[in-house]
Nanobody
């Protein structure tokens, strides 16, 4: 059974930090790219960061670049999202997802099709 277990959310003051974790099981972890998404009430889902399966290449949305860091531990089959300098715009439910990064003959940093989603973890930033 495939599982993606997101954790680490919570309430933090503006300017603070949080680290989210996404523990994976049930699939070949280093063969899949992992992405973190977030969705705030009334807003569209936003992809915030990705990391490739094999070589750890990363991607960040402009909204989080320089503040968030995605990393992975293949031995632990876990992906992390270190978030710093948080502000109210970062308040959202955060999801991790896994998929293949290949589409046609091209490889991308972010998963192109996503068969596996984790449950969300709430991040609330108070001002």
């Amino acid at each position: 059974e495939v599982q993606l277990q997101a954790s680490g959310g919570g309430l933090v003051q503006a300017g603070g930090s949080l680290r989210l974790s996404c523990a994976a099981s049930g699939f070949t972890f280093d063969a899949y790219a992992i992405a973190w998404f977030r969705q705030a009430p009334g807003k569209e889902r936003e992809r915030v960061a990705c990391i490739t399966g094999s070589d750890g290449v990363t991607y960040y949305a402009d909204s989080v670049k320089g503040r968030f860091t995605i990393s992975k531990d293949n031995a632990e089959k876990t992906v992390y999202l270190q978030m710093s300098s948080l502000n109210s715009e970062d308040t959202a439910v955060y999801f991790c997802a896994a998929g293949l990064s290949k589409s046609g003959s091209h490889y991308y940093t972010c998963p192109q099709t996503i068969p596996y989603w984790g449950q969300g973890t709430q991040v609330t930033v108070s001002s």
